[in-house]
Nanobody
Framework: QVQLVESGGGLVQAGGSLRLSCAASGRTFSTYAMGWFRQAPGKEREFVAAINWSSDDTYYGDSVKGRFTISRDNAKNTVYLEMASLKPEDTAVYYC???????????????WGQGTQVTVSS
């Protein structure tokens, strides 16, 4: 069982930056792939980024490529999402998720955090 807790969300102006963190419980964190997803009101959950257990492989959604960076610190059981050049369309609840492979579909991740709100004002 893995429990995930996101933090770092908030209100930021367009063009600004935020760093989200996701702290995981459990001694097996380093063996899991981690992903970030987001969901805006009235929209489906969208893939943002994923990273494999060793940080060798990272993947990004087309809408965030070049602006967002996913990373992890296995010693701290934490995964991060650095977000830069934020746009109003990045406004959403951001969720971290843990799974066996860094896949793009939400159904591949059995464990989810409660989410953190990110609001980007224009």
């Amino acid at each position: 069982q893995v429990q995930l807790v996101e933090s770092g969300g908030g209100l930021v102006q367009a063009g600004g930056s935020l760093r989200l963190s996701c702290a995981a419980s459990g001694r097996t964190f380093s063996t899991y792939a981690m992903g970030w997803f987001r969901q805006a009101p009235g929209k489906e959950r969208e893939f943002v980024a994923a990273i494999n257990w060793s940080s060798d492989d990272t993947y990004y959604g087309d809408s965030v490529k070049g602006r967002f960076t996913i990373s992890r610190d296995n010693a701290k059981n934490t995964v991060y999402l650095e977000m830069a050049s934020l746009k109003p369309e990045d406004t959403a609840v951001y969720y971290c998720a843990s799974g066996y492979l860094p896949l793009l579909r939400p159904s591949a991740y059995p464990y989810w955090g409660q989410g953190t709100q990110v609001t980007v004002s224009s």
